[in-house]
């Protein structure tokens, strides 16, 4: 396996597409998979998702890949979760009922508050580019994803819903939302999830996929 290829979960749900594309695009080697051992197996590891929490949950289930993504996660090789795919590493997810996710990063996934910092209504969903609000000194993973020249990068979102971390260690990045904070990125050790899509944000995602691709040659 090239120390440059990245595994893509195939749970038929995510913009594959487009994220084969832009691993492609900075150098990464994309590999389609759908196999509990070719999760065990893989060496970077994205999740995708798109949709409702409950849906991409079910698919997971469906595949059998819920204990293969728990081995992989804590053998500590990279793992990235983007859109949906954050939300999935969060232990349970309030939209449209209660359901347990898998658990990796202590917390939950709640509505974005549809009202503003002045008492005004706010539309949900969230979509759109805003510009990230950095922690100073993260480890792990995502302080070599979320490297100095993201500091005042912009990100295309898309959702209703983000992570809400039991820790806020673990949330790494957030983004102010009509002056409400939402997080952008959440993280530990060698699991990340990003809400935004790096793989529509431009130069900036490309950055961040640049720098997951290479994570494991530095």
Same mark, same amino acid.
């Given at each position: ?10 749970? %038929? ?37 798109? %949709? ?19 081995? @992989? ?17 969060? !232990? ?26 002045? %008492? ?27 490297? %100095? ?6 990100? @295309?979102?898309?959702?209703? @819903? ?13 983004? !102010? @939302? ?41």
């Amino acid at each position: 396996m090239s120390a440059k290829s990245v595994q893509i979960l195939d749970y %038929g749900i995510g913009n594959l597409f487009s994220v084969c594309r832009a691993i492609e695009k900075v150098g990464g080697t994309p590999e389609l998979i759908s196999k509990p051992d070719q999760v065990v197996e893989a060496s970077k590891l994205i999740i995708p998702g798109v %949709g409702a929490f409950e849906r991409c949950v079910s698919r997971l289930k469906e595949f059998n890949l819920i204990s293969s993504i728990m081995d @992989y996660a804590q053998s500590g090789k990279p793992l990235l979760g983007i859109c949906v795919g954050m939300q999935l590493l969060m !232990d349970q997810s309030s939209e449209f009922g209660t359901h347990a996710g898998l658990g990796l990063i202590p917390g939950t996934v709640g509505r974005i508050p549809d009202i503003d910092i002045n %008492g005004e209504k706010q539309k949900v969903p969230h979509v759109g580019w805003a510009k990230l609000d950095l922690k100073v000194d993260v480890e792990g993973l995502g302080g070599q994803l979320f490297d %100095g020249q993201l500091k005042n990068a912009h990100m @295309y979102f898309v959702h209703s @819903y983000h992570a809400i971390p039991l820790r806020t260690d673990d949330e790494l990045v957030t983004v !102010d @939302y009509n002056g409400v904070s939402v997080s952008a990125a959440v993280g530990r050790q060698n699991v990340v999830g990003v809400q935004f899509h790096p793989e529509k944000s431009g130069e900036a995602g490309l950055l961040l996929l640049r720098n997951f691709v290479e994570v494991t040659d530095r």
